[in-house]
């Protein structure tokens, strides 16, 4: 490989933070030990957006995070059985009822509500993930836990700073320059896209996401840090 271009994948960690810098908002209860929840309800999903998919992708991989921390959980099916039987059809209807009736209703403790506010591409930015997790104890209705987090990944932004990188790290040719490191750049790219995906499909239950994600992979890559970042702080059980 040029040196440049071996110098260039050093800054890797550069285009990782233009991926995804902020920290997300998060709330964790003082007494979130004495409640922890010890079953939890992923119910239906609130979905702001325009993409029919997102609300299933965003339940699953809640899911998973939930499973990955070692919670018990209630399947979705005994969750919307449950709902339907009280005629709520969808997310938005969630609020008819308290959370205490919902947990009597889908027999868990906890239940984590979900909004989702950007899925998708959007101007200026390749691709944008807006959303928040709410923790409720079902008994109380007090919140035990939120985190809130916007993440975009932009392709321009990203290919541009490494050109930029290319034409400073590079030899006399700066056009060649330029040409390897945004050719080094789409390389990295696709290696961190995939990476993500053969984690998702390696994953029990974050595979489930290739039921609704059938073309736009390079999302997979944004979710994973979407997911990892706001789950984070949330307590184990």
């Keep these: ?66 499973a990955d921390k070692g919670y018990a959980l209630v399947d979705f099916s005994q969750i919307d059985q449950a709902l339907r039987e009280k005629g709520i059809e969808e997310a938005g209807q969630i609020d008819s009822l308290t959370p205490q009736e919902i947990g009597e209703l889908v027999g868990a403790d906890g239940l984590l509500y979900t909004t989702i506010s950007s899925y998708g591409r959007q101007a200026a930015v390749h691709l944008k993930l807006d959303g928040n997790f709410t923790l409720i104890d079902s008994k109380t209705g ?44 789409m390389a990295m790219r696709q290696a961190r896209i995939a990476q993500a995906v053969n984690r998702f499909r390696a994953h029990p239950i974050k595979r489930e996401v290739f039921r609704v994600i059938t073309i736009d992979m390079d999302k997979i890559y944004l979710l994973e840090i979407f997911f990892s970042r706001n789950f984070r702080k949330l307590p184990r059980p």
């Design 1 to 66: 490989m040029h040196l440049a271009m071996k110098k260039l994948f050093l800054w890797a960690p550069i285009f990782l933070l233009l991926t995804a810098c902020a920290a997300p908002l998060t709330e964790v209860a003082q007494d979130f030990k004495s409640l922890r929840p010890t079953r939890i309800a992923v119910l239906p999903v609130k979905n702001e957006t325009a993409d029919m998919d997102a609300p299933i992708v965003f339940r699953i991989l809640a899911q998973a995070e939930l």
């Design 142 to 185: 007090q919140k035990l836990w939120f985190s809130e987090l916007s993440v975009s990944d932009d392709i321009v932004l990203e290919g541009g700073a490494a050109v930029m990188m290319g034409e400073l790290l590079g030899g006399k040719d700066k056009a060649k320059s330029r040409q390897r490191a945004l050719e080094a750049y």
